[in-house]
Nanobody, 120 residues
Framework: QLVESGGGLVQNGGSLRLSCAAS????????MGWFRQAPGKEREFVAA????????YYAETVKGRFTISRDNAKIAVYLQMNALKPEDTAVYYC???????????????WGQGTQVTVSS
């Protein structure tokens, strides 16, 4: 089970840190990813981290602003979001899978999502 937290309302240029807590599985050995879905749009890749945390991947739209990290001792993954823009507004989902990938179908486990709203 994956449970996201940390979403909320923030002004343009602000920061938020999302957290994803994992339980009930061997998520310490899973690659983890963050995806987001805005109203009326497809769910899109945001960032991913390998199971060891040694490799990270980002969508071009967030590169340089967002940072993904994980703590395998706590079985948690984080998304630090800086310099937020109104177009970052979406529901953000945590996902776990066998490989760090930008493809949704590479992830077997999904959280319920947390809303992030960036006001202009």
């Amino acid at each position: 089970q994956l449970v996201e937290s940390g979403g909320g309302l923030v002004q343009n240029g602000g920061s938020l840190r999302l957290s994803c807590a994992a339980s009930g599985g061997t998520f310490g050995s899973y690659a983890m990813g963050w995806f987001r879905q805005a109203p009326g749009k497809e769910r899109e890749f945001v960032a991913a981290v390998s199971w060891r945390g040694s490799s990270t991947y980002y969508a071009e739209t967030v590169k340089g602003r967002f940072t993904i990290s994980r703590d395998n001792a706590k079985i948690a993954v984080y998304l630090q979001m800086n310099a937020l823009k109104p177009e970052d507004t979406a529901v953000y989902y945590c996902a776990g899978g066998r490989t760090a990938s930008f493809r949704r179908y590479d992830y077997d486990h999904w959280g319920q999502g947390t809303q992030v709203t960036v006001s202009s």
